[in-house]
């Protein structure tokens, strides 16, 4: 079993719709969580990070933390092209160490 | 406000050949600081961190070297390039106690 696991897509959303990016993972312990977008040929940008249970909004972007089911999604509202993108999730594990675990990634496509 | 470089932007090198990629982080001290490899397609493959000078954790046993010689200065290395090493090379810093990382530009490296 994969430690972060996301669908690789492609996820392919109209514009101006929710786009619903899931990520699951496998350290229960784990205690920090985040969420980046990559533009093709680009480094990931962090967008949103969240360590407690529940939602945390920040503009269109809503990230939502169920560490007793080990999921966190991501929710864009009013989708639009310019958020054509990969999407990584990345966990911090509660052990002493400084590394963030990445999923592998989700292809998003706005359609216009 | 923190800044980080990576040069050079692109390298084509034949195989063989030595490496040095160098990273610099402005506007933070003692920063944890990564060396990160995305194969084209792939996910970010951790390859070295540093929480100090001097400090290097090796993730993944390979060809490749790191070294921290300066507190915002993080230089990943190599004596003799093989095809493989072909990818996305980024790096990364993160400070305090939030755990996230922010990345640099990157290095997109061919190998001949």
């Known amino acids: 079993q994969k430690e972060v696991e996301q669908n690789s897509g492609p996820l392919s959303v109209p514009e101006g719709a929710i786009a619903s990016l899931n990520c699951t993972y496998s350290?229960?312990?784990?205690?920090?969580f985040f969420w980046y977008r990559q533009y093709s040929g680009k480094s990931p940008e962090l967008i949103m990070s969240?360590?407690?249970?529940g939602d945390k909004e920040d503009g269109r972007f809503t990230a939502q933390l169920n560490k007793a089911s080990q999921y966190v999604s991501l929710l864009i509202r009013d989708s639009q092209p310019s958020d054509s993108a990969t999407y990584l999730c990345a966990v911090k594990s509660n052990f002493g160490n400084e590394k963030l675990t990445f999923g592998t990634g989700t292809r998003l496509t706005i359609i216009p | 406000s923190q800044t980080i470089h990576q040069w050079p932007a692109t390298l084509v090198q034949p195989v063989g050949s030595p490496l040095s990629l160098e990273c610099t982080v402005e506007g933070t001290s003692n920063p944890n600081l990564y060396w990160y490899r995305q194969a084209a397609g792939r996910g970010l493959q951790l390859l070295f961190y540093s929480v100090g000078i001097g400090q290097i954790s090796s993730e993944v046993p390979q060809n490749l070297s790191a070294s921290r010689p300066q507190d915002r200065q993080f230089i990943l290395s190599s004596k003799k390039l093989l095809l493989s090493d072909s990818g996305f090379y980024l790096c990364a810093w993160s400070a305090g106690t939030d755990y996230e990382q922010y990345f640099g530009p990157g290095t997109r490296l061919t190998v001949t």
């Open positions: 969240i360590y407690s249970n």
């Open positions: 350290d229960r312990g784990s205690q920090s």
